[in-house]
């Protein structure tokens, strides 16, 4: 079964730092682009970042450059977010995705709260 | 980033077809196409179609795509009950180099 779970939520200080991981399975995980998105609290989707299978290209939304980082383990099939100088804003639930033409593998997200 | 523009909300009577529209520019929906994406409450997104109109499997020909210039539309036939949730479109821009997303349509099935 093709998978994504999510994990590494919870609550943190503005200012704070967290990681995020997304362990993938049941398909070749270094064939593909994978993304983070996430979705704050009743509003819609946002893209964060995504990245390349040989991990060579990388892109951010502009309200998390230089904060986040997306990175990845080809040989743990895994995704990650860091996620440092948070923001009130930054409060969502942030989805992996894998990338096939459009996000068509969605894992089931992990809430990040950030407090002031 | 600007994003793609659909409306926020469509009511439509059951049976009926309801047509959801997203508007983008030259840059995204004109050039690379849309994808579709539906998400009910609580749930994550399941991915309708994409590239205008390749339907993932499993996903019923009721749902049908189609591009005009930067507008993509998302076509729902015979409404369920079922098809009561949030419609997101997606696309790549190469002008931001990000992928784009509409604010979403909320579908209501009377």
């Known amino acids: 079964e093709v998978q994504l779970v999510e994990s590494g939520g919870g609550v943190v200080q503005r200012g704070g730092s967290l990681r995020l991981s997304c362990a993938a399975s049941?398909?070749?995980?270094?064939?593909?682009?994978m993304t983070w998105v996430r979705q704050a609290p009743g509003k819609g989707l946002e893209w964060v970042a995504d990245?390349?299978?040989?991990?060579?290209?990388?892109n951010y939304v502009d309200s998390v450059k230089g904060r986040f980082t997306i990175s990845r383990d080809n040989a743990k099939n895994s995704l990650y977010l860091q996620m440092n100088s948070l923001r009130v804003e930054d409060t969502a639930v942030y989805y992996c995705?894998?990338?096939?033409?459009?996000?068509?593998?969605w894992g089931q997200g992990t809430m990040v709260t950030v407090s002031s | 980033q600007a994003g793609l523009t659909q409306p926020p909300s469509v009511s439509k009577d059951l049976r009926q077809t309801a047509t959801l529209t997203c508007t983008g520019n030259?840059?995204?929906?004109?050039?690379?196409?849309a994808a579709w994406l539906q998400q009910h409450q609580g749930h994550p997104p399941k991915l309708l179609s994409y590239?205008?109109?390749n339907r993932p499997s499993g996903i019923s020909e009721r749902f049908s795509a189609s591009r005009s210039g930067n507008t993509a539309s998302l076509t729902i036939t015979g409404l369920q009950p079922e098809d009561e949730a949030d419609y997101y479109c997606?696309?790549?821009?190469?002008?931001?180099?990000?992928?784009?997303f509409g604010g979403g349509t909320k579908l209501t099935v009377l």
């Open positions: 997606s696309a790549w821009d190469t002008s931001l180099s990000a992928w784009v």
């Open positions: 030259s840059n995204n929906v004109g050039s690379q196409g």
């Open positions: 590239r205008n109109n």
């Open positions: 995705s894998r990338q096939a033409g459009a996000f068509d593998i």
């Open positions: 049941g398909f070749t995980f270094n064939n593909y682009w």
């Open positions: 990245i390349k299978q040989d991990v060579n290209e990388k």
